[in-house]
């Protein structure tokens, strides 16, 4: 930096031209000051964490938000400005109801490869729905979590997404991924922590536009009580329990499509429905 300062100084010099030529200087330094003085626009925020130890969310983070590893949204409202990405194989939990916890995002939500996010958490009267996991009375649950995301999540190969008590502002779009088609829980991650079979899952929220699940290999899908205001398309999934794909109590403002879904069972084919109903 010094050497810029010494040759705007020394071009001076040899010049003389007085007072105008001085003051010309001096704003060519206060340029380069100012220039070298300038930060560049901050990064997204990285969450980061272990199992045993996971990174957490909390209060504002207006340049958005990655995920490497595991994060969780455990202490507070948690409010991400921009895009929340959650990077191949990393994990996000936003089902803690304690301390008013909560997670919006006003952007997108970006599941990638391998990756496994819960959102929102509620039991309803009659006993659906999902109970905070950090309920102190997990029979008789009262906390709840509402998720918010004012534009898409968009899923691409994502192990399981499960969500639940959650607007979408637009759209919601998984497209393949799923773990394989099977029901035994995994031996190492999210779902063998919570010792569950591979799922994915929506219910008791509103989507703004389309849901689109796809290519997906996997356990069980369901969806749930979710007003979907634009179309809803369940298309090529290919699912171990035979009581999968279930579609349930749905309000579908468009289109309501389903084919080329399939999942094993004792039944001549096409006797049992792909799903339970609509």
Partial sequence: ??????????????????????????????????????SP?????????????PGLLKGTYPNGVVVKGVCAVTSGPAHVIGTLTVTKGSALGAV?????????VTGNLVVGKDAVVLLGCKVNPNGTGLP???????????????GSVSGSIIEKSALGVIVHN????????QTGGGGGISCKPP???????????????????SIGGNLTVKLLRTCWLGVARVKIHGSATISRN?????????????????????????????????????WDSA
């Fill in 238 to 274: 290919k699912t171990k329990d035979p009581d999968a794909v279930e579609v349930l109590a749905n309000h579908v403002s468009k289109n309501l499509s389903c084919n080329g879904n399939s999942h094993p069972s004792g039944e001549p084919p096409h006797s049992l429905p792909i």
């Fill in 132 to 146: 905070c996991k950090d309920d102190p009375n997990p029979k008789h649950p009262t906390l709840t979590s509402h």
């Fill in 96 to 104: 803690f109801g304690a301390h008013h916890s909560s997670l919006k």
């Fill in 1 to 38: 930096m010094r050497a810029e300062f010494s040759s705007i100084e020394g071009a001076a010099m040899k010049l003389r031209r007085g007072a105008p030529l001085a003051g010309a200087a001096g704003v060519l330094l206060a340029i380069a000051v100012a220039s070298a003085g300038a």
């Fill in 187 to 205: 031996k190492a991650g999210v779902f063998a922590k919570i010792k569950s079979p591979v799922y994915s899952d929506y219910e008791d929220s």
């Fill in 41 to 53: 626009a901050a990064g997204p925020h990285v969450c980061s964490g272990k199992f045993h130890k």
């Fill in 166 to 173: 959650s607007a979408i502002g637009k759209n919601v779009t």
